[in-house]
């Protein structure tokens, strides 16, 4: 058995060899700090509807096939969320969500408070920076609330989260619009805990070669001997 100085590294070498579907992206510390609610209610309190959502950037050269986002959450109640509603979205120019690439309600077996979520099919992205979202399906009445884990990296991992809130349930400036999280609501911290599992590929095909003359073999066991 090899042994491993962090887990970090453990979890590396794992998912280097995990080739079904293998960890694309990943950002969350040992233990999130902080949470901010991104969750779909019942009609009662649609008010409350709000969205958390994170980016992430597909390297140049490169084409990615996801197939499932783990996501660590957190909820007071013991009724865990059993559905979830995943959306990805590209990139505006004043870097939030902007067009809606895909979405899809994601039904568990089990409820789970940080589930990895199934894709139906694999997405596929080019090259490119991206967002995504996740919001937790939940009745408030019987079921509470659920949060997303926040945290702030030591290094910048691109765009802060954006946040949004239709209702305007909870008084804030992002009734309308996404937003950056810590402008939605002061204090919060700066990156969502989310992985991506699924398969990279290069977008460019490497050029095959073809030998056109005629090739004269020099090994006498290829001669008929009679």
Not at 3 to 31: C, D, E, M, R
Not at 110 to 139: E, F, H, I, R
Not at 195 to 203: K, V
Request: net charge negative; hydrophobic share 35%; glycine share 8%.
């Amino acid at each position: 058995t090899k042994p491993y100085v962090t887990l970090a590294a453990y979890n590396a070498a794992f998912n280097s060899q995990n080739i079904n579907a293998p960890l694309l992206y990943g950002q969350f510390p040992p233990i999130g700090t902080s949470t901010i609610t991104s969750q779909q209610f019942e009609a009662a309190n649609a008010q409350y509807n709000s969205n958390a959502a994170d980016d992430f950037t597909v390297p140049a050269g490169k084409s990615w096939q996801v197939s499932a986002i783990y996501v660590r959450g957190y909820s007071i109640s013991p009724v865990y969320p059993t559905s979830y509603k995943v959306t990805f979205y590209t990139n505006t120019g004043s870097n939030l969500p902007g067009t809606i690439i895909r979405t899809e309600n994601v039904i568990l077996a089990a409820g789970s408070n940080s589930p990895t979520l199934p894709l139906a099919t694999a997405l596929s992205l080019a090259a490119g920076k991206y967002w995504v979202s996740v919001q937790a399906v939940l009745d408030f009445a019987g079921g509470g609330q659920w949060y997303w884990e926040t945290y702030s990296d030591s290094s910048t991992l691109s765009s802060p989260y954006a946040w949004t809130n239709p209702g305007n349930g909870f008084g804030t400036p992002c009734n309308t619009v996404w937003n950056t999280g810590s402008i939605c609501i002061p204090g919060q911290l700066k990156d969502l805990a989310f992985s991506l599992d699924g398969i990279e590929s290069n977008s460019t095909a490497a050029t095959c070669k073809t030998y056109v003359a005629r090739i004269v073999s020099t090994d006498p066991t290829e001669t008929t001997t009679l």
